[in-house]
């Protein structure tokens, strides 16, 4: 049964075409049939015979392998961008200005300048811009967020996050700059920023300092990287990203907090706060999860933009969310080619 309105219809669905028939476009093929509110309409890609059996195995009947096709198709209402990051932009420009909705994977661009450009767009044309960081939606992220927020640990002085792949790394397009935009920094690197951004109460970046490099592969992007970030109410953070590694302390968007009355983590979660003697552990009996990028992660996602759609509030999270991703990880590689902090 389809969701029901405030004043008691039907809520007319919001109809889908998914960009993209890769790994991450499943995600998004199942959250947007498990949501009550959404269609699964079409995908759009370049190889037919790939579109086809995509389209097949979630019963969307339409098929596009132009972006001009699918923006002139009126009886679309959203498009979810899967596709390699250089073609985030102009994809996401031209189905805004064709008057669709458009949920972008990470990261939103190639660099910020292509960001502010996709921000602007959506203010233009009045259409809802939503950047996949998709970790904003994981339970124990919110569960966590919340403890932060009310204070129970204090203030955070210092945080640690990861973005690393363990004995394994990307191919093809993620491995060519022209295409991607940079490695393991924007692929991995990007999920422990927005994380912990997020966990902190989304403060503004102040400062970067980077070392980033290639030592595990023969390609021309970083596999390694350390951040170092300062946020605007003074918890500095570091960062780990990196494809590849032997060994990472946390799994992707794994993250810890040292705050002035208490210590937090995300995976495995829990928090605690109090004097040696008194200390209060508090370990959550979370749902279990199938696997660590669980689908519910992007099932709250696909409803948060259904729901944006249809109401109009500023969807989260939006353009600006993901400019600032964009313009820390800009810092980053500037700050590594330089050898020194870069201000934003």
């Not at 001009?68 to 209402?77: G, I, K, N, P, S």
């Not at 191919?171 to 295409?179: K, M, S, V």
């Amino acid at each position: 049964m389809r969701c029901r309105a405030d004043d008691g219809g039907p809520v007319t669905p919001t109809r889908v075409v998914i960009a993209g028939y890769g790994h991450i476009a499943h995600n998004h093929a199942q959250a947007v049939l498990h949501a009550e509110d959404t269609i699964l309409c079409g995908v759009l890609g370049r190889d037919a015979a790939k579109c086809d059996a995509f389209a097949e195995r979630y019963s969307a009947p339409k098929r596009y392998t132009s972006v001009d096709a699918l923006a002139q198709d009126v009886d679309v209402d959203a498009v979810i961008i899967a596709w390699p990051n250089a073609l985030h932009a102009p994809v996401a420009e031209a189905m805004m200005r064709a008057g669709k909705h458009v949920l972008v994977e990470k990261p939103m661009a190639m660099n910020e300048a292509e960001a502010r450009r996709m921000q602007e767009v959506a203010r233009d044309t009045g259409r809802q811009l939503m950047v996949g960081h998709m970790w904003r939606f994981d339970r124990e992220a919110q569960a966590l967020r919340e403890v932060i927020a009310s204070g129970a640990l204090g203030d955070i002085v210092k945080t640690k996050g990861y973005g690393v792949h363990t004995h394994w790394g990307p191919e093809g397009w993620f491995t060519q700059p022209e295409l991607a935009g940079g490695g393991a920094l924007i692929d991995m690197g990007v999920h422990a920023i927005d994380t912990v951004r997020y966990l902190l109460g989304d403060p503004d970046p102040v400062t970067v300092y980077a070392r980033l490099g290639t030592r595990f592969g023969e390609y021309d992007v970083d596999d390694d990287g350390i951040l170092v970030i300062e946020w605007s109410q003074g918890t500095v953070s570091l960062i780990e990203s990196g494809w590849w590694h032997p060994h990472t302390d946390g799994v992707e968007a794994a993250t810890q907090l040292f705050g002035t009355l208490g210590y937090g983590r995300l995976f495995p979660t829990s928090w605690s706060h109090g004097p040696e003697d008194n200390l209060i552990v508090t370990t959550p009996p979370f749902p279990a999860r199938k696997e660590h990028c669980d689908q519910h992660i992007y099932d709250g996602q696909v409803v948060a933009f259904a729901e944006r759609i249809r109401d109009g509030a500023q969807v989260v999270p939006g353009p600006e969310h993901g400019r600032v991703v964009m313009a820390i990880c800009d810092a980053a590689y500037r700050s590594s080619e330089l050898g020194q902090v870069v201000a934003l």
